[in-house]
């Protein structure tokens, strides 16, 4: 048995429709045999709780079968057909559809959502401008990404990344299209050593379904249950070896 090695970034360019492509396959086969877990398991619960009572219009990109948002009374868009499918099982009112190509109309959310998606784009550029679009004035937007292009490795290729960010480099992002980081916290699931997710991309390739056993019995239950509390601090000044941070930003309001 062998495992991938640490790479510094994506091995070769490749467009919007390979991304497209490679998300899909890994998402509709991971959604097809895994279970959802509820919003108020995860850690942003006491965060989402918060934004939730001040705002009426939600929307969840890309969640998944682990959304973040209530179930009720939230519009949820991905492109992975399984995820909708179970989603909508449970109550929630789904939508098929791309981040770049939000099927809303103009200022139809007060609190927008779209965590681990950005990194999977070619043109965050494009989405952004979306995210920006649907939001009302004031509205709140969650967003995830990973950071530090050196920390890049195969793994991030297997799942369908695109990039890492520098902190600079969100920073400016966002503000383009007049968005602010109000707060942020260090975020995400990801095991530190490298060895453990190159022997989940191993399983994942070649023993499916033992590692979607596991996945399901075992190590989303466990990471669920020992997730830290989200520890968040004013503004977004990250320290060095953060591999992924929250962001709770605001659209600026005319």
Known sequence: ?????????????????????????FYDSLWSEAKLFAPERFNTWPLVSELVAKTTRR????????????????????????????????????????????PFQDASFDFVCALDILEHVVDDEGAVAELARVATPGAHLLLSVPLDP????????????????????????????????????????QPKSSRLLDLGQWFLTHRR?????????????????FQKPLAFTP?????????????????ATP
């Open 209 to 225: 379904a033992r590692a979607m056993w596991w996945y399901n019995k075992v190590f989303m239950p466990l990471g669920v249950r």
């Open 1 to 25: 048995m062998t495992f991938s090695s640490f790479t510094s970034g994506p091995s070769a360019p490749r467009s919007d429709a390979d991304l497209v492509g490679t998300n899909r396959r």
């Open 150 to 189: 050196a920390a890049w490795t195969a793994f991030d290729e297997f799942v369908g990344h695109y990039r890492r960010y520098e902190p600079d480099g969100i920073r400016a992002l966002l503000a383009r299209h007049g968005i602010t980081i109000e707060r942020s916290a260090v975020y995400g699931m």
């Open 59 to 102: 929307l969840e990109i890309a969640p998944g079968l682990r959304p973040r948002l209530p179930l009720a009374d939230t519009q949820f868009l991905d492109l992975s057909q399984p995820a909708l499918t179970q989603l909508a099982k449970h109550g929630a009112n789904v939508a098929h559809g791309l981040i770049g190509e939000l």
């Open 235 to 251: 503004g977004f000044t990250p320290g060095a070896g953060v591999d992924e941070v929250l962001l709770v930003c605001r659209k």
